[in-house]
């Protein structure tokens, strides 16, 4: 399975962006797609997911301002990100969890969100 990020740049506070993630491969029907961002110095964070089943969550620092979607023909996962903030740049990664007998995780290499003030 390979993910194909696309979608960042630079934009400036209160400016919106949208980020989506293709998947190629065969995931498994139980899947749950989802967002995570790394900012310089921190940990990888969760942002959102989304299941095969349209449940989603959010962190909380972003709740109310990102929507996660999908579309199950595609396999694709976006985020829309509304009202940036300076402290959401960070390289967004898309992950994908393929769960079956085992859970199969995968990673798209990544896609930069800088935000100015």
């Known amino acids: 399975v390979q993910l194909q990020a696309s979608g960042g740049g630079l934009v400036q506070a209160g400016e919106s962006l949208r980020l989506a993630c293709a998947a190629s491969?065969?995931?498994?029907?139980?899947?749950?797609m989802g967002w995570y961002r790394q900012a310089p110095g921190n940990q990888r964070e969760l942002v959102a997911t989304?299941?095969?089943?349209?449940?989603?969550d959010y962190a909380d620092s972003v709740k109310g301002r990102f929507t996660i979607s999908r579309d199950n023909a595609k396999n694709t996962v976006y985020l829309q990100m509304n009202s940036l903030k300076p402290e959401d740049t960070a390289v967004y990664y898309c992950?994908?969890?393929?769960?079956?007998?085992?859970?199969?995780?995968?990673w798209g290499q990544g896609t930069q969100v800088t935000v100015s003030s």
């Open positions: 992950n994908v969890q393929s769960i079956g007998v085992r859970t199969y995780v995968y």
């Open positions: 491969g065969r995931i498994f029907s139980v899947n749950i």
């Open positions: 989304i299941s095969n089943g349209g449940y989603t």
